[in-house]
């Protein structure tokens, strides 16, 4: 198994940019992608982005597209959540998942075998 570690969320304004952090430990060489999900308060959880470890080809929700960045760094077991211009909308429990085999539908879609205890984005307007 996968175990994740999210960091980095807070309250910012509206405009604002915050950096979400996710460390991966465990049973990291089996990793296949990693993603970030989020949740609003009485909302489902929902698909942020994610990343195809193995080309590194990247996948993101329609409302973040131009706004959020994931990235990695192989070395550290690290993953990313670069979030710029936020808004309102955006406030949200964030949570890092990371996939160990392919299902069916589309490669960053859920399931994923293992996620993170979550982070606290709010944005104020």
């Known amino acids: 198994q996968v175990l994740l570690v999210e960091s980095g969320g807070g309250l910012v304004q509206a405009g604002g940019s915050l950096r979400l952090s996710c460390a991966a430990s465990?049973?990291?060489?089996?990793?296949?992608?990693m993603g970030w999900f989020r949740q609003p308060l009485g909302k489902e959880r929902e698909f942020v982005a994610a990343?195809?470890?193995?080309?590194?080809?990247?996948a993101y929700a329609d409302s973040v597209k131009g706004r959020f960045t994931i990235s990695r760094d192989n070395a550290k077991n690290m993953v990313y959540l670069q979030m710029n211009n936020l808004k309102p909308e955006d406030t949200a429990v964030y949570y890092c998942?990371?996939?160990?085999?392919?299902?069916?539908?589309?490669?960053?879609?859920?399931?994923?075998?293992?996620w993170g205890q979550g982070t606290q984005v709010t944005v104020s307007s």
């Open positions: 465990g049973r990291t060489v089996g990793i296949a992608a």
């Open positions: 998942a990371a996939k160990e085999r392919w299902y069916g539908g589309a490669w960053y879609a859920a399931p994923y075998d293992s």
């Open positions: 990343m195809r470890w193995s080309v590194g080809d990247t």
